[in-house]
């Protein structure tokens, strides 16, 4: 097994800023790669405000935001992260994107680096055999927002060496996070429970159930949830909703998962939620203010 000293992030989105974030706090060197430069100078500028924000709160010191910040850095080619120990993948759920990144990878990075995807839902078997270390692959599966969410799951893909499960166990929890290992199968755990879940709530409003503010309080106060479903669905982003729902439709082959066609439209329209200041809420304003 390497030693993990540098970790090269590919897709600066909510979720890579998020993973580069705790990498660099946890004492990792980061190298953080999007398709868009701007994507990845932004979140640069969205690291840097969380950390001061930890700093203001007192949750860590002023030296250890400086470390942290030292240790982030972008990168303007794949060909950057050729030596990386670990290049984790947290771009669009696309398939073919993921695995044309992964591609592209594996031309430049040193044969002993492992490889690692956030996927929310697509097979890590699949992935990692369209590489040249499926040994070597693993599903790395952060929460959002991760500096704030204490899990990790860890999905074993069939070729998964086990050393490189160790590692990822191992890299899970030297971020302080706790980890759920989960099977090869569509969606894994918590997204096989979760997205259905949150489908439902959009099938809830699509028949007029109830209004968007109706179900959000509904699951807030009627079942303890933190976050309402509409809520929660914009956070995460209703085009990785949606492609998780596809993903267990095409997997499962079964008619419960099919996606809501509100949601559909909803992505058909880039109505995709709080990233884009528009989904089930509109949050172009002061306050989130429900659409329907
Ligand atoms: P996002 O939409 O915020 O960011 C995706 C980023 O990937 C964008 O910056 C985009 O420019 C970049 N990208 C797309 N194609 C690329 C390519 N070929 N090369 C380099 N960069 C490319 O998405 P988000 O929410 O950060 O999700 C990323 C991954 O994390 C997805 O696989 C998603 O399923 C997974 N995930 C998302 C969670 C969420 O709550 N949003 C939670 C856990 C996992």
Known sequence: MITIKTVGIIGAGQMGAGISQVCAQSGYDVLLY????????????????????????EAISDADAQSAKARLMPAGSVQDLKDCDL???????????????FKSVCEHLKPEAYLASNTSSISITR??????????????????????????????????????????????????????????????IVNRILIPMINEAIYTLYEGVGTVDAIDTGLKLGANHPMGPLELADFIGLDTVLAVMNVLYDGLSDSKYRPCPLLVKYVEAGWLGRKVGRGFYDYRGEKPVPTR
Do not use: C, W
Request: glycine content about 6%.
């Open 34 to 57: 999007d398709q868009s430069a701007d994507a990845v100078k932004a979140s640069l500028v969205r690291i840097e405000k969380g950390l001061n924000r930890l700093v203001e709160k």
């Open 127 to 188: 992935l990692a055999a369209a590489t040249d270390r499926p040994g070597k692959f693993i599903g790395l599966h952060f929460m959002n927002p991760v500096p704030i969410m204490k899990l990790v799951e860890i999905i074993r893909g069939i070729a998964t060496d086990t050393s490189t499960y160790e590692m990822g166990i191992e890299f899970a929890r030297s971020l302080g996070k706790t980890t759920a290992v989960a099977e090869d199968f569509p969606a894994f």
């Open 87 to 101: 290049v984790i993948e947290a771009a669009t759920e696309n398939e073919q994107v993921k695995n044309a990144i």
